[in-house]
Antibody, heavy 119, light 107 residues
């Protein structure tokens, strides 16, 4: 059974870069059958799509975050990653990685990881 | 920017039918998807492509679409269905958008 697991620092200082990795177990990030995505949820608030990537490296980003976001995939490690630069307190959220059969929706989610931006 | 509008809350008694709506101008041209999120857990897809149900999702969950509104219907609501529900779609430029979420309370 395929599982996704987010990992990375739980605390990031303002103006620094948030870096998270999603490890795919029981499946392959190099599969052409799926898109790999990042979604976040500030505490007590709703969901926000950050972006997604295809195994070939094609990426799609939320325009509101595009200038600060980079999503990449490392098929050799069965991982994909998120980098969000110049973070502020507004970027404090639970960050989820997810998988979908296309770039439009998400059929499998990781458990999420809370990232707090604070000095 | 494009928005999907959901009611903040819906309340029903056990065994009744809950209907959660989601409105958006692009919905006639884009599929809608629905997620259930229980406290402290990741969202779970319950409806895709307006009305399709993933394997493992109970038959009491159904989806429908009419014009600029899509509806998630939960028939015979059970206590375990109490959760936040989010609709999701995309705008004309391909940006994925979520609704603000609806808290379903089972009385």
């Amino acid at each position: 059974q395929v599982q996704l697991q987010e990992s990375g620092p739980g605390l990031v200082k303002p103006s620094q870069t948030l870096s998270l990795t999603c490890t795919v177990s029981g499946g392959s990030s190099s599969s052409g059958d799926y898109y790999w995505s990042w979604i976040r949820q500030p505490p007590g608030k709703g969901l926000e799509w950050i972006g997604n990537i295809y195994y070939s490296g094609s990426t799609y980003y939320n325009p509101s975050l595009k200038s600060r976001v980079t999503i990449s995939v490392d098929t050799s490690k069965n991982q994909f990653s998120l980098k969000l630069s110049s973070v502020t307190a507004a970027d404090t959220a639970v960050y989820y990685c997810a998988r979908g059969p296309n770039r439009w929706y998400f059929g499998l989610w990781g458990r999420g990881t809370l990232v707090t931006v604070s000095s | 920017s494009y928005e999907l509008t959901q009611p903040p809350s819906v309340s029903v008694s056990p065994g009744q039918t809950a209907r959660i709506t989601c409105s958006g101008d692009a919905l006639p041209n884009q599929y809608a998807y629905w997620y259930q999120q229980k406290p402290g857990q990741a969202p779970v897809l319950v409806i895709y492509k307006d009305s399709e149900r993933p394997s493992g999702i109970p038959e009491r969950f159904s989806g429908s679409s009419s014009g600029t509104t899509v509806t998630l219907t939960i028939s015979g609501v059970q206590a375990e269905d109490e959760a936040d529900y989010y609709c999701q779609s995309a705008d004309s430029s391909g940006t994925v958008v979520f609704g603000g979420g609806t808290k379903l309370t089972v009385l």
